[in-house]
């Protein structure tokens, strides 16, 4: 039974990465789309501004994980430390997507 839970959750993630990815696809195709039809030209630096935003947004989930394994020595209940290295894993994943955010109103702003 133990099994089957298993790999139901794994299925469930996996299911979850590619609605995730379908959905950023499609509306990336939605805007370049649109843009065209107004006849207006995407910008090459935005390209380049992806890549800064899925980097920083990695990173954030990096330290994260590194800062949350702080909570894996320490004597807690199950339930205290999952809920506590889940929040750490995405308090620092959402201040990596902040700090992408404000490089891109930087390179904005330029």
């Known amino acids: 039974m133990e099994n ?3 790999a139901l959750g ?3 993630l996996v ?18 789309k649109a843009m065209i039809e107004k006849g207006l030209q995407p910008s090459p630096s935005n390209k380049r501004m992806q890549y800064v935003d ?3 947004i990695v990173l954030g989930l990096g330290i994260g994980l590194m800062v949350s394994s702080v909570f894996t ?3 807690l209940a199950e339930d205290t430390a999952d809920l506590i290295i ?3 894993i995405l308090i620092f994943g959402a201040l990596g997507l902040l700090t992408a955010h404000w490089l891109r109103k930087k390179e904005g702003g330029r």
């Open 15 to 32: 299911l979850g990465l590619v609605a995730v990815i379908f959905i950023i696809a499609r509306y990336t195709y939605l805007l370049k």
């Open 4 to 6: 089957v839970q298993e």
């Open 73 to 75: 020595i320490m004597d």
């Open 10 to 12: 794994a299925l469930f």
């Open 86 to 88: 889940w929040g750490t």
């Open 54 to 56: 899925i980097g920083c």
